[in-house]
């Protein structure tokens, strides 16, 4: 059971950066990944990467914006997110270990507990 921690949320402004990480228990050869949920909506993807590191993907909302990485010899992964913008506001959840379609949250089996992520205007 590979266990995940978030962290490196906070409140920023419009148009600043933050940096999440997560860290797995243990060594993790398979791909990882971002969602986020605002309140009153669904989880929603934000973007994942291959356990290579060799693909990405990215909602198109923060496509430009966010670049998600990882380093398999610390077990971690991260999401650089630059130019926030309010709506980006969410809970911000690490996933791993898809099975089918990375964009659905039901794929991933594994999950962080999340950190929050508040832009203000």
């Known amino acids: 059971q590979v266990q995940l921690a978030e962290s490196g949320g906070g409140l920023v402004q419009a148009g600043d950066s933050l940096r999440l990480s997560c860290a797995a228990s243990e060594r993790t050869f398979i791909p990882m990944g971002w969602f986020r949920q605002a309140p009153g909506k669904e989880r929603e993807f934000v973007a994942a990467i291959t356990w290579s590191g060799g693909s990405t993907f990215y909602a198109d909302s923060v496509k430009g914006r966010f670049t998600i990485s990882r380093d398999n010899t610390d077990d971690t992964v991260w999401l650089q997110m630059n130019s926030l913008k309010p709506e980006d506001t969410a809970v911000y959840y690490c996933?791993?270990?898809?099975?089918?379609?990375?964009?659905?949250?039901?794929?991933?089996?594994?999950w962080g507990q999340g950190t929050q992520v508040t832009v203000s205007s």
């Open positions: 996933a791993a270990d898809p099975e089918g379609d990375y964009y659905k949250s039901t794929a991933w089996a594994y």
